[in-house]
Nanobody
Framework: QVQLVESGGGSVQAGGSLRLSCAASGNSYTRRRMAWFRQAPGKDREGVAA?????????YYADSVKGRFIISQDTPKNTLTLEMNSLKPEDTAMYYC?????????????????????WGQGTQVTVSS
């Protein structure tokens, strides 16, 4: 069984930065892909960034966050991190850590929610203008 626990959310002004962390437990084969998703009120949950544990740890980003957010993982510590810079009010959402067993190859499916079997409870990020 995989457990994911997010931390690091909060409130920040536009242009500021936040760092989200996700502590993961469970067998590593169940976490070959890990990602951050977010959901704003009244909107669908959308992929923010993903990283694979194989193939050199390839990373993938939503166009809306490219150049501002960085996803990384510390494998020995079982920790997933999302560095968020130059935050905008439209980044306001609940952010979720997610994990799945299928490897990330090519990135075509990096934001397919159905391929992420495990989800954290979420951490709120609020960006004010």
């Amino acid at each position: 069984q995989v457990q994911l626990v997010e931390s690091g959310g909060g409130s920040v002004q536009a242009g500021g930065s936040l760092r989200l962390s996700c502590a993961a437990s469970g067998n590593s084969y169940t976490r070959r892909r890990m990602a951050w998703f977010r959901q704003a009120p009244g909107k669908d949950r959308e992929g923010v960034a993903a990283i694979g544990s194989t193939g050199g740890g390839s990373t993938y980003y939503a166009d809306s966050v490219k150049g501002r957010f960085i996803i990384s993982q510390d494998t020995p510590k079982n920790t997933l991190t999302l560095e968020m810079n130059s935050l905008k009010p439209e980044d306001t959402a609940m952010y979720y850590c997610a994990a799945g067993p299928s490897p990330l190859y090519g990135g075509d499916s990096w934001d397919y929610k159905a391929l992420y079997f495990y989800w954290g409870q979420g951490t709120q990020v609020t960006v004010s203008s």
